[in-house]
């Protein structure tokens, strides 16, 4: 709500930036990637343990619309049924 922006504005209160929905959600309003956003609040981000393509997959679906995000991961676990062992 407007209030609660307002509060955060001001830091009456914080964002719950610990919510991952939440900063998805950030990340969407304002056209960044999620990892960008915690980076830009200065917020560590530690994803050595992925992989590039990983990360691309996620980019990708992270800049996709709601309605086509689902879809994108459909398509991923197809592949990863097809080629795991």
């Known amino acids: 709500s407007p209030q609660r ?7 009456r209160n914080k964002p719950p930036m610990n919510n991952p929905y939440f900063r998805l959600a950030l990340a969407q309003a304002i056209r960044m990637d999620v990892n960008q956003v915690m980076t830009e609040l200065g917020f560590t981000v530690d994803d050595s343990d992925r992989s590039t393509e990983a990360l691309l997959a996620a980019r990708i679906v992270d800049s996709l619309p709601p309605n086509a995000k689902q879809l994108a991961i459909d398509y991923l676990e197809v592949l990863q049924k097809r080629f795991s062992a």
Do not use: K, L
């Open 5 to 11: 922006v307002g509060h955060w504005e001001t830091g």
